[in-house]
């Protein structure tokens, strides 16, 4: 893992409140090269404070793997096409990774 900073492996979360959604936004994330792969759960059992109010809910969590150079690009695009008023979209770069994974990552990307 001697790659620069903006080539490293990056995992992006978000969730959805429909698998349909989650499964368009992966899907286009996919098309854009946005990401190199997207895995989605179902049966996540969210609660939360949303406009003073404690909600529960059954979300949908989509992951994608890129690359710490890609975040602006893809932060933007989920923001911009996510049902959700006010998506969560967080990142976290992994410490270890597989290094040829972690290369295909980067080409699915570019």
């Known amino acids: 893992m001697s790659q620069n900073i903006s080539s490293e492996l ?7 409140s429909k698998l349909e959604d989650a499964q368009a936004m992966g899907r286009q994330l996919l098309e854009n090269r946005l ?3 997207v ?4 049966g996540i059992h969210s609660i939360y404070r949303w406009e003073g109010k404690i909600c529960e809910e059954r979300e949908v969590l989509l992951s994608a793997k890129t690359v710490a150079g890609g975040w602006s690009a893809i932060s933007f695009f989920i923001k911009s096409h996510h049902p959700y008023d006010l998506p969560e979209v967080l990142a976290f770069i992994p410490q270890k990774y597989e290094e040829q994974y972690g290369k295909w990552v980067e080409a699915e990307v570019k």
Not at 39 to 42: G, L, M, S
Request: aromatic share 8%.
């Open 39 to 42: 895995q989605i759960q179902e």
């Open 35 to 37: 990401a190199a792969c």
């Open 10 to 16: 990056l995992l992006v979360v978000t969730t959805f």
